[in-house]
């Protein structure tokens, strides 16, 4: 039987995304997406530091070989993040603006492949609207490619196989709540063979973020449900973890043996006598071991 879910952090965010554990600082970082706050929480201490961003910031990645420099997918594009020290105001410079197809849209969910390019989709924020005008992009440093995957409303829960062959990728809109699996060319980035690997209909929860396990298993939060799934390679739903929040968002593998999963989730507006923790962050002993994420490479 696992423990239960332990608080982290009690950050309240509006939207907790993104959450990537780095190793040398041993150090989580998150973002808070609609107030563009991107967090950092120390496993040493405790000690927590913000920089605030000029758009809303949806997903990231750390720069190799550069200490407090980020990729990262804001609204209008991606750009290149410096953290000044101590926390502030964050330097942003544009790398490629996105072709939105219309108005009001913005990065949501992404992360590097396992070679180190950064690949994040995007979405229309107006959800009710259901228009499937997502796309996902690939940024390795030399131009943004549409890899033309749609058609897709909210474009969520990227991950990739232990080996980089496989990449996962979710739509998170009440009206999809699917999870696919593709082939991946390690070699172009490219993904193909789109196949369903998970229908998340008839589960608790809509898909949102997600991470893959050393064991080449899909963790994924069950947003609305307070739950995260863990899927075998073929599909299988092996386990469920409960967080004490209805909106989980995203996890990821953290910890100084990898082997904790750290939750980001939700604060919604409204009465919240029931889930008075929403917007923190978590971590849950699952008894697996994770994977590091990879770092940007590109130029």
């Not at 492949?113 to 959800?127: P, V």
């Not at 449900?225 to 209805?246: C, E, M, N, W, Y």
């Not at 029931?274 to 971590?283: E, Y």
């Amino acid at each position: 039987m696992q423990a239960a879910a332990e608080l982290v952090c009690d950050a309240r965010c509006a939207t907790g995304e993104s959450p990537v554990w780095v190793a040398a600082e041993q150090s989580l970082y998150w973002a808070d997406i609609p107030r563009g706050v991107l967090h950092r929480w120390r496993a040493a201490d405790g000690a927590r530091t913000q920089w605030q961003l000029p758009q809303m910031l949806a997903c990231m990645a750390p720069w190799a070989g550069e200490p407090r420099q980020w990729i990262a997918g804001l609204e209008d594009g991606l750009y290149r993040i410096t953290l000044p020290e101590g926390g502030g105001d964050a330097q942003a410079k544009p790398l490629a603006l996105a072709p939105h197809a219309r108005p009001g849209m913005r990065f949501n969910d992404g992360r590097c492949d396992r070679q180190g390019r950064f690949l994040a989709g995007t979405m229309l924020l107006d959800m009710a609207a259901a228009q499937s005008v997502g796309q996902v992009y690939r940024w390795n440093g030399a131009g943004l490619a549409d890899l033309d995957l749609g058609p897709l409303i909210v474009p969520n829960g990227m991950a990739f196989s232990p080996d980089g062959r496989t990449m996962y990728l979710s739509d998170s809109h009440p009206q999809v709540q699917a999870v696919w699996a593709f082939d991946y060319d390690t070699d172009s980035g490219t993904p193909h063979n789109r196949r369903l690997f998970v229908d998340m209909r008839p589960l608790p929860g809509r898909p949102d973020g997600a991470a893959v396990d050393a064991d080449g298993c899909y963790w994924i939060c069950g947003n609305d449900a307070g739950l995260v799934h863990r899927f075998t390679p073929d599909g299988r739903l092996d386990r469920s973890l409960a967080v004490p929040v209805k909106k989980p968002a995203m996890c990821a593998f953290g910890g100084a043996g990898l082997d904790t999963l750290f939750v980001t989730s939700i604060r919604p507006e409204g009465d919240l006598a029931d889930q008075p923790l929403a917007g923190g962050v978590f971590a849950l002993r699952p008894g697996v071991q994770g994977l590091a994420e990879p770092p940007f490479l590109g130029s």
